[in-house]
């Protein structure tokens, strides 16, 4: 595997066309994601890393009461489980009151973490292609183990290094004051029903000096990652986050590819769809418009409560489950890993119970895709609203909560004809407070002869227009990013 770090740094017209740096990061983007050869890393050479990293970082995770976890506790009054030195997170409990939904009123147990962590991703151009430093992490609640992350994934805690371990890679050149060039530096939410109002900073930072690859990370394209996404349990909840906040020309896309005679017609859908906005069914401002309207619409109280007061929970055999044994648990666990910049410690997690369901309707209007979105309330949500998958939900769950609650599409998605899915794959979430926790991501194409009932939390939406509001913070959830990141892969899969 090659690691030279000067490279040959080209553009595809050799400088910034008119100054827009936008455009031009988004002509590199997608001649990387388009790019036929192997890059810096050729897949035997990732293969053989990837095997040799699981090989290295070991990770040992073993059950633990709640209120046997070195370092935490339960508070006897509040039952708050919370870290002795006051830092990392909290679990406690909310109440919800949803006075527009099928629920409209719940307690739940949650995680508050207010402290804002890092989710970055370094650039560069090697021989005029654009990759992607990509790290192979192992979080105590992944499935399989190592996975592959962003550069940097880090907390606050971590990064500033309240645990006492090993200063974390790569993390100054996120940091303020570094040589770098920025792509992307934006807030966005986390698991909005799991983490109370939390978000994170993503950063893509384009660099052209030499940059030493350490044990543990290795160069990409943006096409090698597109292509990860379709391996279970590999590309982690961050690196396919931050990747559809790549920004992505359509333009150099379309001059790059041909696409006119060499890709199919669902590839040239795409890349039409993250073309300009004129291609959208709805104007961009009519998008926002309706946001701002359901935003306005739900009346959403949530506020943070002692979590012994969250109704239908209850500490069973040293973990906190809901009556029903659905949603999710809060278990304990002890850790030993390694590689990690601490060899062992003791936290409480999420648990899911069983796999969930982050579905996309999307639609040719006119050559162009769209997809269905859904402005879908969540507690831990600071804005009321963001922007989901069409069908973002947990199929078990529904056995103890009634008819009424069933989200829209649901049935459609889970009994659609296997010629209609265009692409599916199950992935882990984020690993380092949830254990276990997967979900089936599913796009599904219908047609004009596939009528959808209307509904007024729902819009098409191009991936232009999706691009657009990545960009900002708490309009996209985290479970439409990584669909998106998914989707955009279908420009150069044709």
């Known amino acids: 595997m090659?690691?030279?770090?000067?490279?040959?740094?080209?553009?595809?017209?050799?400088h910034p066309s008119n100054g827009n740096e936008d455009e031009f990061v988004g002509g590199q983007v997608a001649r990387s994601a388009l790019a036929r050869g192997e890059g810096m890393t050729s897949q035997p050479e990732f293969d053989d890393w990837l095997d040799a990293c699981r090989a290295d970082q070991t990770i040992r995770v073993e059950r633990r009461a709640l209120d046997e976890l070195?370092?935490?506790?339960?508070?006897p009054d509040t039952g708050t489980i919370g870290h002795a030195s006051g830092r990392f997170f909290t679990v406690e409990g909310v109440e919800v009151n949803n006075h527009h939904g099928p629920i409209q009123h719940w307690e739940q147990p949650i995680i508050n973490q207010p402290e804002v962590g890092i989710q970055g991703l370094l650039v560069k151009e090697f021989d005029g292609v654009l990759h992607c430093l990509m790290q192979a992490k192992v979080e105590p609640g992944n499935?399989?183990?190592?996975?592959?992350?962003?550069?940097?994934?880090?907390?606050?805690?971590?990064?500033?290094?309240?645990?006492?371990?090993?200063?974390?890679?790569?993390?100054?050149?996120?940091?303020?004051?570094?040589?770098?060039?920025?792509?992307?530096?934006?807030?966005?939410?986390?698991?909005?029903?799991?983490?109370?109002?939390?978000?994170?900073?993503?950063?893509?930072?384009?660099?052209?000096?030499?940059?030493?690859?350490?044990?543990?990370?290795?160069?990409?394209?943006?096409?090698?990652?597109?292509?990860?996404?379709?391996?279970?349990?590999?590309?982690?909840?961050?690196?396919?986050?931050?990747?559809?906040?790549?920004?992505?020309?359509?333009?150099?896309?379309?001059?790059?590819?041909?696409?006119?005679?060499?890709?199919?017609?669902?590839?040239?859908?795409?890349?039409?769809?993250?073309?300009?906005?004129?291609?959208?069914?709805?104007?961009?401002?009519?998008?926002?418009?309706?946001?701002?309207?359901?935003r306005c619409r739900n009346d959403v109280e949530a506020r943070l409560i002692p979590l012994r007061e969250a109704n239908l929970w209850t500490m069973r055999d040293g973990a906190i489950e809901h009556e029903s044994g659905c949603f999710f648990r809060v278990a304990g666990f002890e850790v030993w890993a390694g590689r990690r910049e601490v060899a062992h410690w003791s936290q409480p997690m999420l648990e899911a119970p069983s796999l969930g369901l982050n579905g996309l309707l999307v639609k040719r209007i006119n050559g162009v895709l769209h997809a269905y979105m859904h402005a879908r309330v969540e507690a831990g949500f600071v804005d009321v609203v963001e922007l989901a998958p069409t069908v973002q939900c947990t199929p078990d769950n529904y056995s103890w909560l009634s008819a009424t609650a069933r989200p829209p599409y649901m049935d459609l998605l889970l009994s659609v004809p296997e010629d209609r899915i265009r692409f599916d794959v199950i992935h882990s979430e984020e690993g380092g407070r949830f254990y276990h926790?997967?979900?089936?991501?599913?796009?599904?194409?219908?047609?004009?002869?596939?009528?959808?009932?209307?509904?007024?939390?729902?819009?098409?939406?191009?991936?232009?227009?999706?691009?657009?509001?990545?960009?900002?913070?708490?309009?996209?959830?985290?479970?439409?990013?990584s669909l998106l990141a998914c989707v955009r892969g279908m420009a150069g899969l044709g």
């Not at 090659?2 to 050799?14: E, N």
């Not at 070195?70 to 508070?75: I, L, Q, R, Y």
């Not at 660099?207 to 379709?230: I, K, M």
């Open 70 to 75: 070195e370092a935490w506790s339960v508070d």
């Open 437 to 481: 926790a997967r979900n089936r991501y599913l796009v599904v194409e219908v047609g004009d002869d596939d009528p959808l009932p209307e509904h007024e939390d729902y819009r098409w939406m191009s991936l232009q227009q999706l691009g657009i509001l990545i960009r900002h913070s708490h309009y996209v959830n985290v479970q439409a990013r």
């Open 143 to 294: 499935f399989g183990g190592v996975q592959l992350s962003p550069t940097v994934q880090a907390t606050r805690s971590n990064y500033t290094g309240v645990h006492g371990g090993r200063a974390v890679p790569y993390v100054s050149y996120f940091q303020a004051g570094a040589r770098r060039r920025v792509v992307c530096d934006v807030r966005q939410s986390e698991q909005g029903a799991w983490c109370y109002r939390k978000h994170n900073r993503y950063q893509i930072v384009h660099v052209t000096e030499p940059v030493e690859v350490l044990d543990g990370f290795c160069w990409l394209t943006v096409r090698q990652l597109h292509e990860l996404l379709a391996v279970p349990d590999l590309m982690n909840w961050a690196a396919r986050s931050v990747l559809a906040c790549l920004p992505f020309s359509a333009d150099a896309a379309t001059a790059l590819s041909g696409h006119e005679t060499a890709e199919t017609a669902l590839a040239r859908s795409v890349i039409r769809s993250l073309s300009a906005e004129g291609a959208a069914a709805l104007p961009m401002a009519e998008v926002l418009s309706w946001i701002t309207e359901v």
């Open 2 to 14: 090659s690691h030279s770090g000067t490279g040959d740094v080209r553009t595809l017209s050799g």
